[in-house]
């Protein structure tokens, strides 16, 4: 399934103020992965996403979906196809109940009404809060909040998941249902977090970005347990991976 | 502090009880838009010397809370803090106008009276905006807007404006909280930080609009904003609307207290 | 400075309404040519974030008290006047409706005193012709300082004009107008230094925001110019129709504003009343005395518009204690009884 690839080539973003975000990342992912991308703060990975998703657009170099490069022209198909799930819910529920707020997307598409429906309906079924979809954003937990964000995404019926911190501020167990949750999806999935243990379980493959530059690529299991390279990235290894502080078990 | 608490309370309160299920919260959004704008004007009409005929007025409101099953008490709390500047502009009245007439066996100077139906009407138009909110909730109020032609631009604005209310208020109030922790017996903002504290929340809230922004184009967002399709007007709706306007024009033309009244006091003679 | 619709007549308030939804319907025209729809999302959360600024309490040096914002000027500078003014009404409308700031009727009134006089008046003709000169920080402090007390001047002064011309209230124009306009000096001054501070932390750390608002905003001289000509007539028209007025009764200013609003109301209803009351003769069925008393007090009811006070005997004004006690009665019954069927319904289908 060619057409559901996302492909970076050399690509560049200088922001206005001179400050070079970006410097040359290229790399492939294909249909049905799950990346997760890490690295420090200010290491270029908002930027990346911003750039994915066609908010910015590059220096130099260039992003395509399929076979579709990323430009003015291009942005409402392309942004049917990648959804993006939000740091912050807040910035993402702009409407007063979950129903519009996940109908928002579907509507702009000019779907008709019978449709949207459908399709609201389908998202939070899917994230399973079908029973808060009269509610106002301010009435959710923190939890629900993220699943009504994730589900106004869906209701747009993307390929493509691209998700800013998705277990940010979260409580232990609501941080273990999103993860589940986002297990279940059967998209192809990009995923930027400090939460290094939610990529180690959920990403077949990490991308760790340093500066700019892309510092590593390849398989989760075999980049996130080299301490010297997440050293040098000012990240750690997963706590999962990391001695035992009680019996002191090497791992 | 305790104000911004208190606001969040009492939008949140309003919001929860607009979401209930009763024959009133039924009903269509803008026949209870349509019902209310006509009864303020019915209520304002009224001379300013004329307190009995505003009376059956208040059937209305009685109505309403009984039919939308809502606490009286915290609304009527609400009524009560009436706007300083009514009680203010209009307790002036007595002094102003001292002329005395009877009343029964006494006699009250006219600015008691002026000033009685001031806050009379005060009272039940206040309570009136109040249950609209409470009957209605804003986003459907938006879609009522929305059926009046009012422009999407307009609408849309307004609904984003109520959703971050809670947003901002409650940074406002972390705000604050550092701010207060840190200069314990200031009773307000210090003039020296008038402008970094005001204007750091102003440029968080720059920033957020961009990213709502985003989130919005991120979604198909191109100027124009969408609404799902409205509910037509049943023939409940309708009634609701025809009886209270039938109601509201017989209580302006017909001094309803005065004929029972007569009426009474007729028999009694 | 809330006008209360307790406080404000149907004319005065409809005349308001149709003023301030053509200067919307005008600002939102302006808004869609520009294609600017980044701005609505930042009219949005600026309307909120105008909100939840007035919650601070701003330290008044040397007073011991403390002031807060109402953000009329704030939103003119950030946003232009047109964003800017459509910002404010959505605030004061959200305040109406969920704080009973103000009214429904007088939401007109509202927004064109405390929007309208900023975002079209004070601000392009005092504000923008200082920063037109370049920007310091003392021209921010002294444009937004008089730019506010004069737009607050205005708003204030329309507050007055409105309220007499409704004519509930007995006070004399002249000490309505002692009363309320040296306290808007004081608010105004409040209003203009802290809005004064915010622009300059912002101008310093983020000038971008302030250049863009300040240029980005189209507002063409021959638009600003249109305006002010409207204003200008609409104020000669009034001004003449006053005086004419002023001059031909000798109680004064105030009594003729109130006699054209009253005047204005009678018209109105005067040909309904007509037919209502010959229907009355044809369907009276009520004895003779009751329906007399009814005629005679809808007579009052219209000619209270005229100032007249009601001669009421001492029967009938016991007969309207009465009549009035009666009602309300009715009412809490009414409610009473309403409650008590819904319950039992609910006990039925529980």
């Not at chain 2, 209870?32 to 059956?56: E, M, N, Q």
């Not at chain 3, 403390?66 to 939103?75: D, T, Y």
């Not at chain 3, 069927?341 to 039925?348: D, H, S």
């Amino acid at each position: 399934m060619s057409h559901h690839k996302l492909e970076v080539k050399d690509l560049h973003y200088n922001y206005p103020d001179g400050h070079e975000a970006v410097k040359g990342m290229s790399f492939c992912i294909h249909h049905g992965e799950s990346v997760g991308i890490i690295g420090a703060n200010g290491a270029g990975k908002s930027t990346l996403l911003m750039l994915l998703m066609g908010v910015l657009f590059p220096s130099e170099g260039e992003v395509s979906v399929g076979d579709v490069h990323v430009t003015k022209k291009t942005l409402p198909m392309i942004r049917q196809r990648l959804g993006m799930v939000f740091q912050d819910p807040d910035d993402q529920l702009f409407m007063n109940t979950v129903y519009d707020d996940v109908a928002f997307g579907p509507r702009n598409y000019k779907l008709d009404e019978n449709e949207v429906e459908k399709r609201v309906l389908q998202a939070l079924e899917l994230v399973g809060i079908l029973h808060l979809k009269d509610r106002a954003p301010f009435k959710l937990s923190g939890g629900e909040k993220r699943a009504a964000a994730i589900a106004s995404v869906l209701s747009m019926q993307p390929d493509i998941l691209v998700m800013d911190e998705p277990t940010a501020a979260l409580d232990p167990k609501s941080r273990r249902r999103v993860m589940d949750l986002l297990g279940s999806f059967k998209h192809t999935k990009i995923v930027t977090s400090h939460d290094i243990d939610m990529i180690y379980g959920m990403c077949d493959r990490t991308i760790v970005i340093k500066k700019g530059e892309i510092a590593a690529d390849g398989a989760t299991s075999e980049i996130l347990v080299n301490a010297e390279l997440m050293e040098a990235c000012g990240l750690e290894v997963p706590l999962a991976l990391q001695n035992c502080p009680v019996c002191g078990t090497q791992k | 502090m305790s104000n911004i608490m208190d606001s969040l309370y009492n939008m949140r309160l309003l919001d929860d009880l607009a979401r209930q299920d009763t024959v009133i919260h039924k009903l269509h959004p803008l026949v209870k838009l349509l019902a209310t704008v006509s009864y303020l004007t019915v209520v304002v009409s009224f001379g300013r010397y004329d307190i009995g005929g505003i009376l059956p007025l208040v059937i209305y409101p009685v109505m309403v809370f009984t039919l939308a099953e809502l606490p009286v008490k915290p609304i009527v709390l609400r009524i009560l803090l009436v706007s300083p500047f009514i009680i203010g502009i209009g307790i002036l009245n007595p002094f102003f106008d001292k002329q005395i007439f009877v009343l029964g066996d006494r006699e009250i100077s006219r600015g008691w009276v002026t000033f009685l139906s001031i806050l009379l009407k005060s009272g039940l138009t206040v309570t009136a905006a109040l249950l609209l909110i409470a009957t209605t909730g804003m986003d459907r109020l938006g879609s009522a807007l929305r059926m009046l032609k009012i422009p999407r631009i307009f609408v849309l604005q307004l609904l984003l404006t109520y959703r971050y209310i809670s947003v901002l208020m409650e940074e406002v109030a972390r705000t604050l909280r550092a701010y207060s922790l840190r200069a314990p017996k200031q009773k307000g903002v210090h003039r020296s930080a008038w402008g970094s504290l005001a204007g750091q929340l102003l440029l968080r809230t720059f920033d957020r609009a961009q990213r709502i922004y985003e989130a919005m184009c991120l979604r198909g967002f191109a100027g124009e904003y969408n609404t799902g399709g409205f509910g037509k007007l049943r023939i409940g709706d309708w009634v609701y609307l025809a009886v209270w306007f039938l109601f509201f024009i017989t209580v302006r033309f017909y001094n309803i207290p005065m004929l029972i009244g007569s009426l009474i006091t007729g028999v009694i003679r | 400075m809330h006008m209360a619709d307790a406080l404000i007549s149907p004319v005065v308030g409809g005349a308001m309404w149709v003023a301030t939804a053509g200067v919307a319907a005008y600002s939102i025209k302006k808004i869609q040519t520009e294609m600017d729809e980044k701005k609505v999302p930042l009219m949005g959360v600026m309307g909120a974030f105008i909100f939840a600024s007035q919650m601070i309490n701003f330290t008044i040096p040397g007073t011991g008290s403390s002031g807060h914002i109402g953000g009329g000027l704030i939103l003119a500078i950030l946003l232009g006047p047109y964003a800017g003014f459509l910002t404010m009404a959505s605030v004061l409308t959200i305040q109406a409706l969920f704080f009973a700031d103000g009214g429904l009727l007088a939401l007109g009134s509202n927004i064109f005193n405390m929007g309208f006089f900023t975002c079209f008046v004070a601000y392009p003709l005092i504000y923008k012709a200082f920063m037109g000169k370049g920007y310091s920080k003392r021209r921010i402090v002294f444009a937004s300082v008089l730019t506010a007390m004069i737009g607050l001047q205005m708003g204030a002064f329309g507050v007055v004009l409105q309220t007499l011309f409704s004519g509930k209230t007995e006070l004399p124009f002249g000490t309505f107008v002692l009363l309320m306009q040296p306290i808007h000096l004081a608010i105004g001054a409040v209003e203009g230094l802290v809005t004064a501070a915010v622009v300059t932390y912002i101008w310093n750390s983020r000038p971008e925001i302030i250049e863009r608002a300040a240029s980005g905003e189209a507002i063409g001289n021959v638009s600003i110019k249109k305006v002010v000509a409207g204003m200008v007539v609409i104020a000669m028209v009034t001004g003449a129709g006053l005086s004419w007025f002023a001059s031909s009764n000798p109680d004064g200013l105030e009594w003729a504003m109130i006699k054209t609003a009253g005047t204005a109301e009678l018209e109105a209803t005067g040909t309904l009343h007509q037919q209502l009351s010959d229907l009355q003769t044809k369907t009276s069925f009520l004895p003779d005395y009751s329906f007399k008393a009814s005629e005679s007090e809808m007579e009052q009811v219209v000619g209270e518009g005229e100032e007249v006070w009601p001669a009421v005997s001492g029967g009938t004004s016991t007969a309207g204690l009465v009549g009035g006690g009666m009602t309300l009665a009715l009412a809490v019954l009414m409610g009473l009884g309403v409650s008590m069927l819904k319950k039992r319904k609910n006990r039925f289908s529980a």
